[in-house]
């Protein structure tokens, strides 16, 4: 809000002005409709069938629930802020859906497999963000809330399942405790899972 006027629409109104990406813009809007998701999903959970490979099943499981999770959360923001669009009046522009399902994929990927594999998946999250303004389909700040949506899922679905694997935990367990406390015994259930 504080650099909107210096900033972010006089370069919302230049990058729709003259849309830098061109014709290239389409890679964008096709990289933000989940197709990208899928095309992971369906792969690992291939994979992970052919080759009795429970790692890929799980990475197939946590990218559809990053993209999963972090679609509803967009969804509902659309329908909730009711933001119109730059370049109509429909009110669905808070915040960027492609963006949001881009930076789960990207996110999920940087974290999950190697540092090539994650470039490749932020420069073509990026690539989205951007083909969302040069489009005029969302602002600047649509684009920002979508990317920090996908990602914080992204990265929240990640660190899970690295926690996962590190404790090896299959299956909840439930535990309980007997702790001394100042005047007297404190027991403690808890339920890991």
């Given at each position: 809000l504080v650099f909107e006027d210096q900033i972010v629409d006089p370069t919302q109104r230049e990058t729709a002005e003259h849309k830098p990406l061109g014709s290239f813009s389409i890679i964008g809007d096709l990289g933000g409709r989940g197709y990208t998701n899928a095309a992971y999903v369906v792969g690992m959970l291939g994979y992970g069938y052919f080759k009795s490979d429970a790692e890929a099943k799980q990475n197939a499981n946590s990218m559809f629930q990053a993209t999963l999770f972090s679609t509803l959360i967009t969804t509902g923001l659309k329908y909730t802020v009711r933001e119109p669009r730059p370049d109509?009046?429909?009110?669905?522009?808070?915040?960027?859906?492609?963006?949001?399902?881009a930076f789960a994929f990207a996110t999920y990927v940087g974290c999950r497999h190697s540092l090539p594999w994650g470039i490749a998946a932020y420069s073509l999250a990026t690539f989205v963000g951007f083909s969302r303004i040069n489009?005029?389909?969302?602002?600047?700040h649509d684009v920002a809330a979508g990317a920090t949506i996908g990602a914080s899922y992204g990265l929240g679905t990640c660190l899970q399942e690295n926690a996962r694997e590190a404790s090896s935990i299959e299956k909840p367990?439930?535990?309980w405790a007997i702790a001394p406390i100042?005047?007297?015994?404190?027991?403690q259930f808890s339920l890991r899972f």
């Open positions: 109509t009046n429909a009110r669905e522009s808070f915040p960027s859906g492609h963006t949001t399902a489009d005029n389909r969302h602002y600047l367990r439930l535990g100042h005047e007297g015994l404190q027991t």
